[in-house]
């Protein structure tokens, strides 16, 4: 079976693999190189917290399973680690702290209480003077993955099964002829005849499929990543609250974003994004104040563009009814899910069957 993934982000990659270890021919093709999109600046905590649908949440924990898998049995990498992740509210939040806790231990996922004399003991690297008097929310299971890491380790597999990997192609789009796919054109010129397509461009995903007559409503903000120089850590697990969240870096620095930044980002008229430095500074100050000692913080490096984030934040994943051989990936939590994504997706290409735990998040609930 012929199979064209577009889109060289973390969910193309995934599926591209999937596809490739099914068996399938397949050429991936991608604008630019390998996750230089939002791939290439994700937070990627690895987490199913918080309150969600319940087929939203199982699957976010098959995904948290395949990277599991994927740690035990390459247990030297530096860029998959399971140290757990530790969320605080803003002070004068305990109910909404209580809540999402009750909610957590509700459906088994593994969420202590934990005051904020005890974190220490679970938690290195965290300053006892940053966690508010109600405490804080302890999920064990919790991990992070560098995206531009586990896109190269897949891409190596997928090579070496024989798969085709096309970068530097320019904008592609799927051609399809009386209601079928029939290949994808790269903006360089290059064709490929294919049975069926995979779109997972990112950001560009609504757009792409409205020129395919399909409707995705979009959510898309504009966010903002940064990465520090190495420093001393003895934080090993990922923080999420209300003025930062950050995570180690295989390279022994940090990775922050919080929310908050978004609103300071302003788009300039050739379509750049640019943020003032005084709100880097400030980032850095948040996330320096999380940590045991308040290590001075130095930006390495950041990032600005589109998060993808479907209307109603649940993905929208799986074959298209009208487009025999068309396939739609558009996701947040993309590092969550990359896995299970790639693999749901490539199970549906290859036996042309709807997977079962993709049927809530098809396309057709937008109509
Ligand atoms: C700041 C930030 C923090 C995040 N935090 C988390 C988190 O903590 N946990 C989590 O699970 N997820 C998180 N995410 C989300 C996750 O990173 C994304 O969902 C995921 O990276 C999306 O992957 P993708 O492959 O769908 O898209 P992308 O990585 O954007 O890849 C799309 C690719 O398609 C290419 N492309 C676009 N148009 C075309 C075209 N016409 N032809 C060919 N190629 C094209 C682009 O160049 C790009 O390489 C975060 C994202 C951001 C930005």
Redesign the pocket.
């Known amino acids: 079976m012929k199979v064209a993934v ?8 995934s599926t591209a693999h999937h596809l490739a270890r099914a068996g399938a021919d397949v050429v991936l ?4 190189e ?14 199913s917290a918080g309150v969600r649908s319940e087929p939203y949440h199982r699957l976010r924990m098959a995904g948290i399973d395949r990277y599991r898998t994927l740690s035990a049995r390459h247990s030297g990498v530096g860029w998959l680690r399971f140290d757990g992740g530790l969320a605080w509210q803003a002070n004068g939040q305990a109910e909404e702290l209580h809540r999402r806790h009750e909610h957590e231990v509700a459906h088994g996922y593994d969420s202590h209480v934990l005051a904020s004399d005890q974190i220490a003991a679970h938690v290195p690297g965290v300053n006892p003077a940053a966690i508010p008097s109600v405490g804080a929310i302890w999920n064990a299971g919790e991990g992070w993955v560098d ?1 531009p890491s586990l896109a190269q380790f897949l891409a190596r597999d997928f090579l070496q099964r024989g798969g085709r990997l096309v970068t530097n ?5 799927i051609l399809s002829e009386a209601g079928a796919v029939v290949g994808v054109r ?2 360089r010129g290059d064709l490929f005849a294919v049975e069926a397509a995979v779109l ?5 995903v609504p757009a ?1 499929a409205a020129e395919l007559g399909l409707t995705i409503p979009d959510a898309t903000p504009i ?3 940064v990465t520090t120089k190495p420093v001393w850590l003895e934080l090993t697990a990922v923080l999420n609250t209300p003025r930062a ?1 950050v995570r180690p870096t295989p390279g022994g620095a940090l990775a922050i ?1 919080s929310d908050w930044t978004m609103a300071n980002i302003a788009r300039a008229t050739d379509g750049s994004y640019a943020v003032p430095p005084a709100i880097i500074e400030e980032l850095l100050v948040e996330a320096s104040g999380l940590l045991r000692g308040t290590p001075q913080l130095e930006v390495d490096w950041y990032g600005i ?4 984030i479907p209307v109603d934040g649940e993905p929208v994943l799986g074959q298209v009814d009208d487009v025999a051989g068309l396939y739609i ?10 896995l299970i994504a790639g693999e749901l997706l490539a199970y549906e290409v290859v036996r042309g069957a709807a997977h079962p735990m993709l049927a809530d998040f098809n396309v057709r609930r937008f109509g």
């Open positions: 577009v889109g060289g982000g973390i969910i193309g990659v093709v991608t604008e630019g390998l996750t230089s999109n939002a791939s290439g600046r994700s937070l990627s905590w690895l987490n995206l192609a320019g904008r592609s789009e790269t903006e997972a461009t990112g950001a560009a792409m966010s903002l990543l969240s974003d563009g589109p998060k993808p990936a558009f996701t947040h939590s993309g590092a969550t899910l990359a």
